[in-house]
């Protein structure tokens, strides 16, 4: 009996204390909902957007950009984006916390957290960013397994589109007002942005942040000191290579190395030439896949791409090291005394990953990935974030109505590594005359194409394109074999 | 009750009334458990409290909440008739770890099983199709190549090498410390010892000015030769990551084999020398027929550990330049490809792959008895 007693005491300790915590639980999970009770429709289509002109960013005079620093304060010209976000600057969703998710890690973790702080800081909202490496396969887990966190950064909008179809994502039109998305976003972007729902077509995000690819990166200084020249055509780009390399230099810094997404600068290279090498309609052909891999037009790309990579004199480290370099660090070399090697072809991105204290324009620069055939004129591939939002509360629309603004970019367009596709920032922003320029070389582009791969189907341009073109680039399988097994991973 | 005589009526409300308390309480008990579960479980979920808050309660809850639903099914069975009793006692003690199995382990295999005959988002049934894929694609059959190669040469290597170092540390005088060292790496985990070894491996290429960094190259280069990107040769990266789990594994093995080693009576082996085997004959005859059960089970332990291993190949290379596994393309269809269907056809086979070698051993662990 005495046991009994024991385990008697046990209970009601138990119930005790489980009173006491479900007490304190009720009171926290139900205040937030409380306080901001009227969810205010956010289709009233608040000031017309009338202040604005919607003209390309570059020629607006800029407002001043809203400074949050006073708390509590709704900054004077606040872009229409949604009653949410009035409501975040009066500080109604003061301590709460918004749950982000997406592939920025390392160096452009740091920056996008500087980039929202401010933001953080007028509104007293939490946003919790957590980065993954191996964002495909863990954002899949998370959404699928019910667990989506409030806003998710994709870098592939094939991947989002396939959660679209599922009814996952919640469509942004009920949540910003449309008016200023038009206003702020060129027709393309929000043509990417819609994607086909369960219930016909909705706006499954808005676009963050923007980047160039289309760029050959090289150290200005050791390049102009070398008497090297600008290439113009893809011919005067294959003699300079092949100065270089007889200059008893490697031309090229090549790296595909990048945990489970290696491989995708390799799919990047044969986009890039693709625009270059066969019509936009042949190129949204193969992107959707009625251009098959195993097509002519497809391996001439591809025969272009290794002509310099599989040239072990061409290539930092030789083609066996192209697999192993990271991504990052393959342009690194460029900056040693004397360079190591010269070019560096990756997207605009890629200056967050030089080493400190270079400065742009004058330590290095890029030029425009030239033109091979004259007829396809001169394309420019891109791509993006997308955010889209997976779960509807008061606060997290807020955040996403402000990432839908430039302001949401501002400080890290001007710390470098970073394009923004909004129509309200300012060309000024960009602190070195390096990334104007690609903002410049985008808008200047006769055809702009998002990245091929990143619009593809997950199976493709997340999977088998990038491990194919790997496997094919460290020689375990030839290019037969590449091109057939990403055919078949096709879905059909 | 106004009436006097005892009719059927009264005496059932005589003993409703006398057991009406019981009755209740028995019914009371059991709700106000499930509710303050519910109530730590809704807690725990929805909880923005502070990390630590939430672990001290999520340990109370747990292991408080167990013993308190087995003191009221107990109680509650205690309640019953004497005749009753024995029949339902057993209930309470398995009844939880059968409906966890259940929960845990049989449902959702039996879901698997359904999942790999639809088709990627299991909306519609498409036949054997998948399993016509596990088959014949070719990076499929690469991984069910390269899953050969670690079950044969991994296994036969951590095994043989665990029993030789078992045996020899045996005869030194340095055994503990000798074992000690053997057995360290298994503190470490997979993804942990791929990374150490990512930088054995390591190649940066060829060229003016380059530098190899990787312990495995300097090496090789210290002794005349060139280096070489290790993990990108197939087949032989196969060889070079399966270096890795031996490294690993082989220590577990030694420790067990070395206990069944310890367990052998002196007086068997003197009884031997006396009789003129020598160290040889003594090794074949009696240690290797007497730690039989032994290695029977450290072997099928990790014939098992290589038909599921997935962190080194997904740490080191991802599956790339044919080092693919099953596990690896399981991951990848499911997570990455979004392909529920051959994700969980492939599932399944790793499944059925396993059952033979399963049931084997239980069989051992039968005729020792260590089943009743």
């Known amino acids: 009996m005495k046991k009994n007693r024991i385990l008697w005491i046990i209970a009601s300790f138990m119930i005790v204390i489980s009173f006491v915590l479900s007490a304190c639980g009720g009171a926290a999970t139900q205040a937030p909902p409380s306080e901001t009770e009227p969810p205010p429709p956010v289709e009233q289509p608040t000031q017309a957007p009338v202040e604005q002109p919607t003209e390309p960013p570059a020629e607006e005079p800029s407002e001043p950009p809203a400074e949050t620093e006073v708390p509590a304060a709704v900054p004077e010209n606040l872009p229409p984006a949604g009653q949410e976000l009035v409501d975040a600057y009066m500080g109604k969703f003061k301590g709460t916390v918004v749950t982000m998710a997406g592939p920025f890690t390392d160096a452009d973790a740091v920056k996008f957290e500087n980039s929202i702080l401010a933001f953080e800081e007028a509104t007293g909202i939490d946003i919790q960013y957590s980065g993954s490496k191996e964002f495909e396969a863990s954002i899949r887990i998370q959404i699928e397994g019910g667990n989506a966190p409030d806003i998710v950064d994709f870098p592939q909008p094939g991947l989002l589109a396939t959660f679209v179809s599922q009814g996952r994502a919640i469509d942004l039109s009920t949540v910003i007002n449309p008016d200023w998305l038009k206003q702020n976003y060129i027709q393309s972007w929000l043509d990417m942005a819609t994607m086909e729902g369960p219930n016909g077509p909705i706006m499954a995000g808005v676009w963050a942040r923007a980047n160039g690819k289309s760029s050959v990166w090289y150290p200005k200084k050791a390049f102009d000191e070398a008497g090297y020249q600008i290439p113009e055509t893809w011919d005067e780009l294959m003699a300079l290579t092949q100065q270089i390399a007889e200059d008893g230099d490697t031309p090229w810094c090549i790296g595909i190395e990048s945990g489970a997404a290696t491989g995708w600068p390799m799919t990047d290279w044969i986009e890039d030439v693709m625009l270059r090498t066969t019509s936009l309609e042949n190129y949204d052909r193969w992107v959707k896949g009625e251009l098959k891999f195993d097509s002519p037009e497809v391996r001439r790309a591809v025969e272009l791409v290794t002509a310099i990579w599989f040239n072990d004199s061409y290539v930092y480290g030789g083609r066996k090291a192209i697999p192993t370099t990271f991504f990052g660090d393959a342009p690194k070399p460029m900056f040693e005394d004397p360079p190591k090697c010269w070019l560096h072809r990756q997207g605009n991105f890629i200056t967050t990953f030089f080493p400190e204290g270079l400065e742009p324009g004058v330590d290095y620069d890029f030029f425009y990935l030239p033109p091979i055939d004259e007829q396809y004129g001169r394309p420019v591939l891109g791509a993006g974030d997308i955010y889209a939002m997976f779960n509807d509360r008061p606060e997290v629309r807020a955040v996403i109505q402000y990432f839908s603004t430039g302001d949401s970019l501002k400080d890290w367009v001007k710390a470098g590594g970073a394009i923004s596709p909004h129509n309200d920032s300012d060309l000024n922003w960009y602190q070195d005359p390096v990334t104007r320029k690609v903002a410049e070389m985008i808008k200047n582009a006769t055809a702009f194409r998002f990245d091929g791969s990143d619009l593809m189907p997950g199976a493709v341009g997340a999977g088998s394109f990038w491990k194919s073109m790997t496997d094919f680039v460290s020689g375990s399988i030839d290019l037969d074999t590449a091109l057939k097994q990403i055919d078949e991973s096709w879905p059909r | ?372």
Not at chain 2, 57 to 74: H, K
Request: charged share 15%.
């Open chain 2, 1 to 372: 009750m106004e009436t006097s005589s005892p009719s059927l009526i009264g005496r059932w409300l005589d003993w409703l009334t006398t057991n009406l308390g019981r009755i209740l309480i028995s019914l009371i008990v059991p709700v106000v458990t499930f509710f303050v579960l519910w109530q730590g479980f809704i807690f725990l979920r929805e909880s923005q409290a502070p990390k630590i808050v939430i672990v001290l309660v999520a340990i109370v809850w747990g292991v408080g909440g167990a013993a308190l639903l087995y003191a009221v099914s107990n109680w509650l069975i205690e309640q019953l008739p004497q005749g009753v009793r024995p029949r339902l006692l057993p209930f309470v003690f398995v009844g939880p770890a059968l409906a966890i199995l259940a929960w845990y382990l049989a449902i959702p295999t039996f879901r698997t099983l359904i999942f790999s005959l639809q088709d990627a988002n299991s909306m519609r049934f498409v036949g054997l199709e998948n399993y016509i894929f596990a088959f014949t694609d070719r990076v499929m059959r690469e991984a069910f190549r390269n899953n050969l190669l670690w079950m044969v040469f991994g296994t036969s290597f951590c095994v043989g090498l665990g029993l030789l170092i078992a045996v020899l540390a045996d005869r030194s005088r340095f055994e503990s410390a000798y074992k000690a060292i053997i057995f360290m790496p298994m503190a470490i985990s997979f993804v942990g010892a791929g990374v150490i070894w990512k930088f054995v491996y390591t190649y940066k290429g060829e060229g003016a000015g380059i530098s190899e960094i990787g312990l495995l190259n300097a090496i090789v280069l210290a002794l005349g030769g060139q280096s070489q990107p290790w993990l990108q040769q197939p087949p032989w990266n196969n060889f070079f990551l399966i270096v890795i789990m031996i490294w690993l594994q082989t220590g577990f093995a030694m420790v067990v084999i070395s206990s069944a080693i310890k367990g052998i009576p002196t007086d068997l082996l003197e009884a031997a020398r006396v009789d003129g085997a020598n160290e040889v004959q003594i090794f074949f005859r009696i240690t290797i027929p007497y730690i039989q059960g032994t290695l029977l089970t450290v072997t099928t332990t990790i014939v098992i550990f290589s038909l599921k291993l997935f962190d080194i190949v997904r740490v080191m290379t991802g599956g790339n330049n044919g080092t693919n596994v099953i596990a690896n393309e399981f991951y990848l269809q499911r997570f990455t490809y979004g392909h529920a269907g051959r994700a969980s056809a492939i599932a399944v086979i790793l499944l059925i792959a396993v059952i033979p070698i399963m049931i084997y051993n239980l069989r051992q662990f039968r005729e020792r008895k260590a089943f009743r």
